[in-house]
């Protein structure tokens, strides 16, 4: 376990770090930030995503439950964020801040699935990437939905942005290694052994690389003006949402099984962080982009000095 908190915290710090301190030096630009993030999504997580469905261990009805489970959390976050935003006495679009930094995560290789491919390996890494199934659907339409109520209407329609996404080689090669990986695992040949050697070395270099690239564009300024609101969304990510993830995995099973893979997952993907999606939102709709950015930026601070409490918890369950 020991090697694994090292292997986890020299990744996600060393990155951010590097990334950081490349733009603070004048080393790279903050603008390369979105082509390095655009050069992951297009070619790296695709063959990833391939291989890892493509070697899936015995997945039963009830792995199919867990982008359902996530979907359910994302939902729920929306009245609880609302909730939120109103003790705190907050107006559009600020509240819509709070709510979009609430619904939706870090759910993918920069946070969630690496930390479930640390505790269980390939296994992990793919079931974690199963339960990100559920965020784009419910971001392209509940969470525009939500942004145009806090917001502006955007010029774009949901059915356009849907349309764009499936274009677009950074959203749609992403769901080619699913349904290439899903292809290979329905038709049953057996993966190569040097499938596994890849896998180990795209997960941590893809993670990398995406946290590589945040640290590029990382601000830290916002965070002294919004430091209530961050400690409100992070109390949400780190208390509400793990509740709520770990009683949905009671409510279907996931405790009573004798592996306690599904339940370690389900625990790791509630534990995560805010998406930087949520500042996607705040700035095609006029909310609050610098409040958004500094939840972004403190929760998924708070995320890393957390993870070895949560790797550990999770390990315990």
Known sequence: MQSKLILMLSVILGSLALGYGARKLGLLPAGLSARITRFAMVWLQPLLLALLIWRLEAPGWRTALLPIMAGIIIIAMWPIGGAVARLMGLKRPPAGSVVASCMFSNMGLTYGAFVCYILLGEQGAALGMIWCLAFLPVFYTLG????????????????????????????????????VGGLLYALGPQRPEVGAQIVDVLVPLS???????????????????????????????FVVTPALGLSLAWLVGYWAMQDHALLQVTFIQSATPTAIMGVVLAQLFDLDEQLTNAAWLTSNVAAVALAPLILRIAAGL
Do not use: D, H
């Not at 849907?162 to 769901?175: A, K, V």
């Not at 993670?207 to 209530?228: E, P």
């Open 207 to 237: 993670t990398g690389v995406y946290l590589f690239a945040i640290g590029l564009s990382l601000r830290l300024t916002s965070v002294v003006t919004y430091w209530r609101e961050c400690a409100a969304i992070g109390a949400v990510k």
């Open 144 to 179: 525009f939905v939500m942004a145009r109520r806090y917001g502006r209407e955007a010029e774009q329609s949901i059915g356009e942005t849907i349309r764009e996404t499936l274009r677009e080689p950074e959203s749609r090669n992403p769901l080619l290694g699913f349904a």
